[in-house]
Structure formats: structure tokens, C-alpha cells
């Protein structure tokens, strides 16, 4: 190129890539062609003229978070960098941080958000800062009632108060006795209510747990015997009292008759389901729900996006909402 075709050629790219003007407007003010434009413009990227650097923040690993997305068949992942202090946190805080700042994307005026319990979606919660006027339910009890200030009932309240939305707790531990005293519960009037707005439900936030202590509230929940138990069966991973084996299939799904919690039906027709969970020791649990059907999002981090690029066969597109068992 000529010192006249260099100049026209970064003048074009100005207007193009930093006025924001279109090519046809561009072919009008140097009375040439569009197409012209579009070859002018192509030849600065390979001149060197321009040059085109794609930025995020730093704790993001954009090319992690397009590999899982494609892997799994997601709508959204998103990989956060993992802190060397933190390789064994079964919940790193960063990453409530940044699904807090997902939600933000993802609700929508007039939705109704639903929070089941979990270390994460607590984090989230916590560092929510906008969130457009919504409805706020629980979806699932507690670990424990004496908590509930600072568990998934304050976690309902603070993302109600930060929409401006109404909030709809649920005032009951998670895991009960029997089914039957379950059942009784479910037909409390508070209770009752909040499970009425399931099925309104249209974007969700869940956490995910292996089955080992401190990893699992669940398991952790359950006499020894139980555990041994539900071990026995496969079980890989838990979300929201919910079982799976290493395939995503579900497992002891008796305990579910025991638990106040949504529904895996529920779950599975809900629009946008947003799990967040990371760290090396939820690895293998994260590849078992993300194969269940009950997740279109993801927010994890590289620690467990590592695990997750390799782990066995290629998993069935999410987005298809498909029972492993079907």
C-alpha cells in the first residue's frame, strides 16, 4: 500500500472501529463502494494497521468458559480463576461474587428468581448489588433452623430487598425424620405458598455437593448408616437434596420424600438453572448434575473447568433438558 491508500485505509478503520459508523456510511463519505470499504478494512487487520485485542477481567478465563460451554452444551459458563489459597475450598467466595454479577444479566423485570440452599448461593446473595424488581423464593429448607439468619432465608430476604420484590421463605430445616412429617410440613401455609411459586419460577440459582463430609450438607445431615447406604447406590453428587450417580441418573430418591425441597421435575422445567460451584473436590460432582439435565448455567472456576474439559464421554447438550433415565 501507498502513503494515500495507508492514510484512506486508517481513516476508514477510524470510522469503523472507533466512530462506530457503518460501512455504507463510510463508502458515501469516500464515494466508493461498500465492498471496497470491506477489502480496505481487511487489508488493515493484515497490514497491521489495526489491531484487535479482546480484554476481560482478569479473574475470567474467557477460553476456559467457551470450551465448558461448548463441552456441556450450556446457555452460560463462566470460569473464574481460582486463588492458590483456596484450591481446597469446597466453595470458593469469588465465585458467588461473580454469579451475583450473572444474575445481574440474566433477571429480568417481573421474573420470579428461586434460591435453593448452599455455601455459594449464599455468597451470591451477599454480594448481589442490582437486580431488577423480581419475586424471590426459596426452594428449598435449611441445613439447620437455628441458622436462618444467616442461611438461605436471609439469602431470599437480601436479594428481595436489593429487587425491591417480595420475598418467600421457607421457615423449615431441609431434611426431616420420616416423609411423613415432611408431608405435614409441606402443607404449612407459608410452606405451601412458596412452593406455589415453583412452577412460576424462571431463573434459579443451585449448589452443588460431592458426597463426602463438609462437601455435602446433606451428607452431613445423615447418620452414618444412611451415607453407607446411599454410597452403596453410586451416589456422585447432590444438589438440593436431589441424588446422582456419576451419569447424571438419579439415585435414593427416596430421601427426596423426606426433604422440603423443589421438585427435580420442577427443576428440570424452570428456563434458567444457574449452579455454582468450583474447586478440584466438587470436580467429578459438577460433571455428574451438569449430565442430569437440571442446569443450563455454570459458574465455576479453573480448578474444576480442568476436570471438566476431560472427564469421560462427551455429555448430552444441556440445553436439552434430558433425563438420563429416559
Known amino acids: 500500500m501507498g502513503p ?15 466512530e462506530g459508523k457503518s460501512k455504507i456510511q463510510i463508502a458515501e463519505e469516500f464515494g466508493v463502494s461498500r465492498f471496497k470499504v470491506a477489502r480496505v478494512l481487511e487489508t488493515a487487520l493484515e497490514r497491521d494497521l489495526v489491531r484487535i485485542e479482546i480484554r476481560v477481567p ?15 452444551g450450556l446457555r452460560h459458563a463462566v470460569v473464574v480463576e481460582s486463588p492458590a489459597e483456596a484450591e481446597e475450598s469446597p466453595d470458593p467466595e469469588n465465585l458467588g461474587e461473580v454469579a451475583a454479577d450473572l444474575l445481574g444479566e440474566l433477571v429480568t ?5 428461586g434460591l435453593a440452599w448452599g455455601r455459594s448461593t449464599i455468597h451470591m446473595a451477599a454480594a448481589l448489588d442490582r437486580l431488577p424488581p423480581c419475586t424471590v423464593v426459596q426452594l428449598t429448607g435449611v441445613y439447620d433452623a437455628g441458622t436462618a439468619e444467616r442461611g438461605s432465608v436471609e439469602a431470599v430476604r437480601r436479594a428481595a430487598q436489593v429487587s425491591g420484590g ?8 431441609m431434611l426431616l425424620p ?23 419460577v ?8 460431592s458426597w463426602e463430609p463438609g462437601i455435602s450438607t446433606v451428607h452431613d445431615m445423615l447418620s452414618d448408616e ?24 438419579r439415585v435414593g430418591r427416596d430421601l427426596g420424600e423426606r426433604c422440603i425441597t423443589v421438585e427435580a421435575d420442577r427443576l428440570r422445567r424452570i428456563p434458567e438453572v444457574v449452579a455454582i460451584a468450583g474447586g478440584q473436590r466438587k470436580a467429578a460432582a459438577i460433571d455428574a448434575v451438569l449430565r442430569s439435565g437440571l442446569v443450563t448455567s455454570l459458574v465455576t472456576d479453573t480448578a474444576a473447568a480442568d476436570f471438566l474439559l476431560t472427564a469421560g464421554n462427551a455429555p448430552r447438550p444441556a440445553l436439552q433438558r434430558a433425563d438420563p433415565d429416559d
Open 226 to 249: 444412611e451415607r453407607a447406604h446411599y454410597a452403596s447406590l453410586g451416589v456422585a453428587a447432590e444438589m438440593s437434596a436431589h441424588l446422582f450417580d456419576a451419569q447424571g441418573r
Open 4 to 18: 494515500a491508500e495507508l492514510v484512506q485505509a486508517a481513516a476508514m478503520a477510524r470510522r469503523f472501529y472507533l
Open 166 to 173: 417480595d420475598a418467600h421463605p421457607i421457615y423449615a430445616p
Open 109 to 113: 423485570e417481573g421474573d420470579v428468581l
Open 202 to 209: 424462571t431463573v434459579a440459582c443451585v449448589s452443588i455437593g
Open 178 to 200: 420420616d416423609a411423613a412429617t415432611a408431608a405435614a410440613l409441606r402443607n404449612q401455609t407459608g410452606i405451601a405458598r412458596a412452593f406455589e411459586y415453583f412452577d412460576k
Open 58 to 72: 482478569a479473574e475470567l478465563d474467557a477460553e476456559r468458559s467457551d470450551a465448558l460451554r461448548a463441552r456441556y
